[in-house]
């Protein structure tokens, strides 16, 4: 039976295409949804919709459902629609007609909103856990190869010399702007849609600030239209929160297999942490940054595929957006899992001494001279003209008080680790997981 359903039963064919697998992403929700409904029902108590002892019996019987999900236990009924139902069903069977009063002053478009909200914001926050330690890997390959320097590259040509402690710290950097725009879409989604029902709002005095107060929401969708309008906007929005931390994996792999590869010859990991060939004995493949690359490039495109698929869609609830979760929700899996490995790559990673001694690398010099030449009073233009010729006619040397020094801030010999921590600690403090937790576990406990 489904929660929609009169007196006709659907066309085999079109129940099997409709539903899709949705039944599979709504074991995402799951956990989510049982906290929605304890919400709700306080709320409906709390305005006479239902009695005391219903409500008593009805938190005692979602709190057992609850804990058989975290145990993984909760599986659904074949001839069950979705989660919503689901749990529906196992309330009624074990509290009769009190298990279906708590749909009472909602629809199942508000329930899965607030389902999809609730699981965003665990699913960022585990983000934002996978995220710190990784942050803190790089900040330490970061001062530990501070002084292994190499060619920095503009056009993928030998440009000035670079430090593996500006590269690592580069990308411990970049994290930082991916994890405050994934707190842009934080607040997006921490916003209570309950209440909304099918983009309309209720009838019943219902109290919609109480069940933001319950979920730790910090604060309510309070247009009931615009509640339904954002499903899809706020996926998208995560979506490309998720993109950019992506890229940052993305860009990080490519180079670690330029560098790896034997006409750089910059770095190495050990062997189990590469691969082989079959024919060719002497392989060592980077094949985890090679995945992780193109995981993270499907991850970075998935803003466009979301947008695309709520394209010109009006106000309203459209069944469009059921399949937007098969695309964004096992996305954060896969993300974490791609910090996790590059985590394992990078704790492992052996960096060659002495790279710029190589005479391929002299020309890294060149702007050293320069500036040389001008700190003797010769105008830079000048200066850069007369070493741009000897470089052409081949009576270019590198200067013997050639030296990496750059102490202005974020340079080779000032790397500011301290001052990005910062930035770091701050993006995360902003979240305040704090409030959410006690809210949770006021409810659950």
Same mark, same amino acid.
């Given at each position: 039976?489904?929660?929609?359903?009169?007196?006709?039963?659907?066309?085999?064919?079109?129940?099997?295409?409709?539903?899709?697998?949705?039944?599979?992403?709504?074991?995402?929700?799951?956990?989510?949804?049982?906290?929605?409904?304890?919400?709700?029902?306080?709320?409906?108590?709390?305005?006479?919709?239902?009695?005391?002892?219903?409500?008593?019996?009805?938190?005692?019987?979602?709190?057992?459902?609850?804990?058989?999900?975290?145990?993984?236990?909760?599986?659904?009924?074949?001839?069950?629609?979705?989660?919503?139902?689901?749990?529906?069903?196992?309330?009624?069977?074990?509290?009769?007609?009190?298990?279906?009063?708590?749909?009472?002053?909602?629809?199942?478009?508000?329930?899965?909103?607030?389902?999809?909200?609730?699981?965003?914001?665990?699913?960022?926050?585990?983000?934002?856990?996978?995220?710190?330690?990784?942050?803190?890997?790089?900040?330490?390959?970061?001062?530990?190869?501070?002084?292994?320097?190499?060619?920095?590259?503009?056009?993928?040509?030998?440009?000035?010399?670079?430090?593996?402690?500006?590269?690592?710290?580069?990308?411990?950097?970049?994290?930082?702007?991916?994890?405050?725009?994934?707190?842009?879409?934080?607040?997006?989604?921490? /916003?209570?849609?309950?209440?909304? &029902?099918?983009?309309?709002? $209720?009838?019943?005095? @219902? =109290?919609?600030?109480?069940? !933001? #107060?319950?979920?730790?929401?910090?604060?309510?969708?309070?247009?009931?239209?615009?509640?339904?309008?954002?499903?899809?906007?706020?996926?998208?929005?995560?979506?490309?929160?998720?993109?950019?931390?992506?890229?940052?994996?993305?860009?990080?792999?490519?180079?670690?297999?330029?560098?790896?590869?034997?006409?750089?010859?910059?770095?190495?990991?050990?062997?189990?942490?590469?691969?082989?060939?079959?024919?060719?004995?002497?392989?060592?493949?980077?094949?985890?940054?090679?995945?992780?690359?193109?995981?993270?490039?499907?991850?970075?495109?998935?803003?466009?595929?979301?947008?695309?698929?709520?394209?010109?869609?009006?106000?309203?609830?459209?069944?469009?957006?059921?399949?937007?979760?098969?695309?964004?929700?096992?996305?954060?899996?896969?993300? /974490?899992?791609?910090?996790?490995? &590059?985590?394992?790559?990078? $704790?492992?990673?052996? @960096? =060659?001494?002495?790279?710029? !001694? #190589?005479?391929?690398?002299?020309?890294?010099?060149?702007?050293?001279?320069?500036?040389?030449?001008?700190?003797?009073?010769?105008?830079?233009?000048?200066?850069?003209?007369?070493?741009?010729?000897?470089?052409?006619?081949?009576?270019?040397?590198?200067?013997?008080?050639?030296?990496?020094?750059?102490?202005?801030?974020?340079?080779?010999?000032?790397?500011?680790?301290?001052?990005?921590?910062?930035?770091?600690?701050?993006?995360?403090?902003?979240?305040?997981?704090?409030?959410?937790?006690?809210?949770?576990?006021?409810?659950?406990?």
């Amino acid at each position: 039976m489904k929660l929609w359903q009169k007196d006709k039963t659907a066309l085999k064919e079109v129940e099997t295409f409709t539903v899709g697998k949705d039944r599979e992403m709504d074991l995402y929700l799951a956990p989510f949804d049982v906290l929605g409904s304890l919400a709700h029902i306080e709320m409906l108590q709390s305005v006479g919709l239902l009695e005391k002892e219903e409500l008593s019996d009805l938190q005692v019987a979602l709190k057992a459902i609850y804990k058989q999900i975290e145990k993984g236990e909760l599986k659904l009924q074949d001839d069950v629609e979705d989660i919503h139902s689901q749990v529906e069903l196992l309330l009624t069977q074990k509290l009769g007609d009190a298990g279906k009063k708590i749909h009472s002053a909602r629809s199942r478009n508000d329930q899965v909103l607030v389902d999809i909200k609730l699981f965003l914001r665990h699913e960022m926050e585990q983000l934002v856990a996978a995220i710190l330690p990784f942050f803190e890997l790089l900040q330490a390959q970061s001062e530990q190869f501070k002084d292994h320097f190499y060619p920095g590259y503009t056009h993928l040509q030998l440009a000035m010399p670079s430090s593996f402690g500006l590269w690592f710290g580069a990308y411990a950097e970049s994290l930082v702007d991916d994890v405050i725009t994934l707190k842009a879409a934080f607040d997006v989604v921490n /916003k209570n849609p309950l209440g909304s &029902a099918a983009g309309y709002g $209720s009838s019943f005095p @219902i =109290k919609r600030k109480m069940t !933001t #107060d319950l979920l730790g929401f910090a604060d309510l969708n309070y247009n009931v239209v615009y509640a339904q309008m954002g499903r899809g906007k706020a996926e998208r929005i995560v979506a490309q929160a998720l993109a950019n931390i992506a890229d940052t994996l993305a860009k990080l792999s490519m180079d670690a297999c330029l560098y790896l590869n034997q006409n750089f010859g910059f770095v190495s990991f050990p062997a189990e942490l590469t691969t082989g060939s079959s024919i060719m004995p002497h392989k060592k493949n980077p094949d985890v940054f090679e995945l992780i690359r193109s995981h993270c490039n499907r991850i970075k495109a998935l803003p466009n595929e979301l947008s695309m698929m709520t394209t010109n869609l009006p106000s309203g609830y459209h069944r469009d957006l059921q399949l937007l979760k098969e695309h964004l929700f096992p996305a954060f899996k896969t993300l /974490k899992d791609c910090i996790e490995m &590059a985590g394992l790559m990078l $704790s492992n990673i052996d @960096i =060659k001494k002495d790279i710029l !001694t #190589d005479e391929k690398y002299k020309y890294l010099f060149t702007v050293d001279l320069v500036n040389q030449l001008v700190l003797q009073g010769i105008p830079f233009r000048d200066a850069y003209i007369q070493v741009g010729r000897s470089v052409e006619d081949g009576s270019y040397k590198v200067p013997q008080q050639a030296a990496i020094e750059n102490p202005h801030e974020g340079s080779i010999q000032n790397l500011c680790t301290a001052e990005i921590k910062a930035m770091m600690d701050n993006a995360v403090s902003a979240f305040q997981f704090e409030k959410i937790h006690q809210a949770i576990h006021k409810l659950v406990s």
